[in-house]
């Protein structure tokens, strides 16, 4: 149970959902679906009100982009467009060539949309999924355009929730700072335990990649933040992760430069584990973080690993003032 819960705080959210992006995301849309549903329920003279609950259910996914602001009209915008491909699709319906064409036009957006990036291939793919749909449901007389409206309600309902954890970039990028931390703190203590422990080469390169490849894909991100904010204090933050990432690296390649040591480098990496615990404690609070001490004589090549130990150490102090 204890295993458990420790994979689930630290293993299963660190990796998979860092931020709470979607467990906020899945707020938001069971808000929106909910709110719609209850107009839909209060609203039963209409026969086109479920297209409310679609809406809120689908286009609040189209919730992308940089900024706050960016993401809300994306969405309104999406809702819009949605609103008149689906009322397009039901006046094509009823002739099947002109469907015919209508859909494959579609496609061809879809094509060239989606080949701009992530973002554009969201929405647009939620956009057309409205026009095939009401293709499927065609309809007469005025109840065409109370499909549209209500697909704009729905889109509007989503744009409300989403209101929901706005957040300024300079807060995001603190946050994502601060996982930073945590994350190479877990990277360098990964590699004293897996040495100490005498894992296998393959086991070790295997667990020690997959680490790099997320400190990696954090550092990218916070990259990008930066890039977007331009600011000094935040070019100073990024700095500093930047030569975290180097040091935390140039630490774990000194195993490759000890290996002639024999029996030395285990004492060499728990000298650097017993020097650098207090610091990787302030990014890592939990009491699975524990070193084994040694009564060996002093190491040798003490002077390699303690200066990238002090390096390491003083990166992390400076990091955790920065952060605060």
């Known amino acids: 149970m204890v295993n458990l819960a420790y994979f689930l705080r630290y293993e299963f959210s660190h990796r998979f959902d860092p ?7 899945a707020v938001r849309t069971a808000l929106a679906c909910l709110l719609a549903v209850v107009l839909y329920r209060v609203l039963p003279q209409y026969n086109q009100a479920y297209w409310a609950i679609l809406s809120a259910a689908f286009l609040i996914q189209t919730r992308v982009g940089k900024t706050a602001s960016e993401q809300l009209l994306s969405m309104s ?3 819009l467009l949605a609103a008149c ?5 039901i006046f094509a319906a009823f002739n099947t060539l002109v469907l015919a064409l209508y859909i494959a036009l579609l496609g061809v957006i879809v094509v060239f949309i989606s080949a701009k990036g992530h973002n554009p291939m969201v929405r647009i793919f939620f956009i057309v999924l409205f026009a095939i749909i009401s293709a499927g ?7 065409v355009w109370e499909r ?13 929730c989403g209101l929901l954890w706005l957040e300024q970039p300079n807060k995001i990028f603190i946050k994502a700072l601060r996982l930073y931390f945590h994350a190479v703190a877990e990277f360098v203590y990964q590699q004293i335990q897996l040495i100490l422990h005498d894992a296998s080469e393959e086991k070790l390169e295997a667990r020690l990649h997959e680490r790099r490849n997320r400190l990696l894909r954090q550092l990218n991100y ?6 977007q904010l331009n600011l000094p204090e935040i070019s100073e933050k990024l700095l500093i992760a930047e030569k975290l990432w180097m040091t935390s690296l140039a630490f774990g390649n000194l195993r490759y430069l000890l290996t002639d040591q024999g029996d030395s480098l285990k004492d060499n990496w728990i000298y650097a584990g017993q020097q650098l615990l ?35 150490s003083q990166l992390f102090d400076k990091a955790y003032r920065n952060v605060q």
Do not use: W
């Open 137 to 143: 449901l065609p309809m007469q007389g005025s109840v």
């Open 222 to 227: 916070l990259r990008k933040l930066s890039a």
């Open 77 to 79: 915008l999406c809702g």
């Open 85 to 89: 491909v689906a009322v397009l699709a």
């Open 19 to 25: 931020y709470n992006d979607y467990l906020k995301q």
């Open 278 to 312: 207090p610091t990787l404690q302030m990014f890592m609070p939990h009491k699975y973080l524990k070193i084994s001490s040694s009564e060996s004589a002093k190491p040798l090549n003490q002077d390699l690993v303690s200066f990238y130990t002090d390096q390491l």
């Open 148 to 160: 549209g409206l209500f697909i704009v309600v729905g889109s509007m309902l989503g744009v409300l």
